[in-house]
């Protein structure tokens, strides 16, 4: 029952990586995944195979740690984004034709990227305290930089492309962005120079909400689903737990959250109902991620190494 926390075993445990793993994103088909570390280098898997197996002739080396990876919905784009102090690095590999294309702009390392979902735009935030939008096709910025007051760790394209969501490193403000018009459309929480955690945030609704962890107080670290045209909080939010959210993912179809924390458990809701299906302990959780059908959930931990997990199929049915 989701009052009894169980046990969530690996079915695929995946080593390689020499430091954090900052970030991971699923090919479309759902076969491979694509790591990025502060090790310095980006590594595919096949987690199709049973054991699962580095695809070693696709690994990259870049010259600094990588904090963020991203695959275009069809497949076409793979981008990583990362650097050092006062240098960013952002670029973008074609698949098919392995040609590399180099984005600049940024004066400082990227924090988060995304893609949007007609896989044309990609979208970079950055320790500069800005974000920026770039054509993937031309390379040519075509957005930004937009100016903010605080480190970012979310962005995130709205599904039709024209809005950009961008939450604060503390979790205590998060802005939606006019793509075309380059305006701040709306904002909530204020400008806090803590320490915070790196979640992403998801629209759902058909670009009329966005969830997010969220503290509209110090102590308050709450999952909350926002009006994107307004920032006010809609429905019930999630209550995880007292301590910080570490890691968060939603499924495509918008039916299965997962949550992770520093209390060492893995959370899974019925997004729609928001009941709580399952609580897992999983100790040390550093990200979380989900399949592009969800039947995998990844995590990556303290010992360096990737987690894959089958969601229990009961769990899933549950959700739909």
């Not at 088909?29 to 790591?35: A, V």
């Not at 039709?160 to 909530?188: G, I």
């Not at 429905?235 to 959210?245: L, M």
Request: proline fraction near 3%.
């Amino acid at each position: 029952s989701a009052a009894t926390n169980l046990i969530l075993t690996p079915s695929i445990t995946l080593k390689g990586h020499r430091d954090y793993i900052e970030c991971i994103s699923y090919f479309p088909d759902g076969q491979r995944i694509i790591s990025g570390s502060e090790d310095r280098t980006t590594r595919q898997w096949d987690v199709h195979v049973k054991a699962g197996k580095e695809i070693e002739e696709a690994r990259d080396v870049c010259e600094e740690r990588v904090n963020a990876v991203a695959v275009s919905r069809n497949g076409q784009w793979v981008a990583t984004g990362g650097g050092e102090v006062g240098r960013g690095e952002l670029r973008a590999c074609e698949v098919e034709t392995g040609i590399v294309k180099t984005f600049k702009g940024h004066s400082d390392q990227i924090t988060c990227i995304d893609i949007s979902a007609d896989s044309k735009l990609l979208a970079g935030g950055s320790f500069d305290k800005t974000a920026r939008v770039w054509n993937l096709d031309t390379g040519k910025l075509v957005a930004g930089p937009f100016k903010r007051e605080d480190y970012m760790c979310a962005v995130r394209f709205s599904p039709d492309s024209k809005k950009l969501a961008v939450k604060s490193w503390t979790d205590r403000c998060l802005e939606v962005w006019d793509v075309q018009s380059q305006k701040l459309d709306v904002k909530v929480g204020e400008i806090h120079h803590l320490a915070g955690t790196v979640t992403p945030v998801f629209w759902t609704n058909n670009n009329e909400n966005i969830v997010a962890a969220f503290k509209f107080t110090k102590d308050d670290e709450t999952i909350y689903e926002f009006d994107a045209s307004t920032l006010e909080t809609v429905g019930t939010p999630f209550k995880h737990t007292e301590h910080a959210i570490t890691g968060l993912a939603l499924s495509f179809d918008n039916a299965l959250l997962a949550s992770a924390s520093y209390d060492n458990t893995i959370k899974l809701w019925a997004f729609e109902s928001r009941q709580l299906l399952a609580s897992f302990n999983v100790p040390r959780i550093y990200r979380l991620f989900l399949s592009p059908d969800s039947r995998q959930l990844a995590y990556t931990n303290d010992d360096y190494n990737i987690c894959i997990c089958d969601t229990p199929p009961d769990i899933l049915a549950q959700a739909r």
